[in-house]
């Protein structure tokens, strides 16, 4: 069984920070592209930062500046530390991973989602 667990949502106040963490496990040979998205309601999900194997970054031109996103490939872990949040960053959150999960088989795998409430 291959999953991918995600941590850290909660309520925070505008311009508070928070961090997220996602944890793959099961029977992986290999974690390769992984990323943050996000979907608000009655939005479509979109990518809020990446990074790759070797730990090259790209960030949603509203995230960059304000959220971090990182890799423990150790411990199959990515996180994302978000600084001063906004309204409109509430969403609910998802991980995403690229894994080997066979020799020559790679499937891209979700995370459950976790809800993060900017509001005063």
């Known amino acids: 069984q291959v999953q991918l667990v995600e941590s850290g949502g909660g309520l925070v106040q505008p311009g508070g920070s928070l961090g997220l963490s996602c944890t793959a496990s099961?029977?992986?040979?290999?974690?390769?592209?992984m990323g943050w998205y996000r979907q608000a309601p009655g939005k479509e999900r979109e990518l809020v930062a990446g990074?790759?194997?070797?730990?090259?970054?790209t960030y949603a031109g509203s995230a960059k500046d304000r959220f971090t996103i990182s890799r423990d490939n150790a411990r199959n872990t990515l996180y994302l530390q978000m600084n001063g949040l906004r309204p409109e960053d509430t969403a609910v959150y998802y991980c995403?991973?690229?894994?080997?999960?066979?020799?020559?088989?790679?499937?891209?795998?979700w995370g459950q989602g976790t809800q993060v409430t900017v509001s005063s």
């Open positions: 995403k991973a690229n894994l080997g999960i066979a020799f020559n088989v790679r499937r891209d795998y």
């Open positions: 099961g029977t992986i040979f290999s974690v390769n592209d």
């Open positions: 990074i790759t194997s070797r730990g090259t970054t």
